[in-house]
């Protein structure tokens, strides 16, 4: 009879190759091989894991961690301590909407709140279609022309949330 653990540990593992091509997951198995009792190899495994497959899903940190016969929750307590790492994948597009002091003074209030609301999509999130990721920033470093939102390396200044439609359509 199979257990619930066995159902979930295959959910998982089904999870990955929806999301994974085989050659990704190979070369995801190849890391952790070359790193397997490593003193701390943890980190530098899950920086060229992302490199390869962009982000850190639950089932991929599962992976790791019996690859390298260590707990889930070590590796989870990693992935979630290091902003540097993704649990989601990442958009085609990411937008930074800057959420400082200055373009909040000049009114990006209503632009925090269109843009999740028009992307369905929280500050933080990705499109489910993902086309977009959407990140907020502390100051983006050009406060004289807030409020202010990058996507990739456009810049676009003094944005009203009217014109946020217009913006997100010349990127596909
Ligand atoms: S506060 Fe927004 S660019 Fe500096």
Known sequence: ?????????????????????????DAVDKIIRR?????????????????VTGFLPLPLQKRIAEGLRLSLSEVYGV???YSFFRQEPIGRHLIKVCLG?????????????NLSRDLDCRIGGTTRDRRFSIEGV?????????????VGDDVHREVRAKELPAILEQYK
């Open 35 to 51: 790193n397997r009792g490593r003193p701390g190899a943890l980190i530098p495994v899950l920086k060229d894991v992302q490199d």
């Open 1 to 25: 009879m199979v257990q619930a653990s066995d159902q979930a540990a295959a959910k998982m593992e089904n999870s990955l190759s929806e999301e994974f091509t085989a050659e990704q997951l």
């Open 138 to 150: 502390r100051c983006l470093g050009c406060c004289g022309i807030a409020p202010v939102i990058t």
């Open 79 to 81: 992935v979630t301590f």
């Open 101 to 113: 002091t200055a373009c909040y003074v000049r009114g990006n209030k209503d632009l925090v709140q």
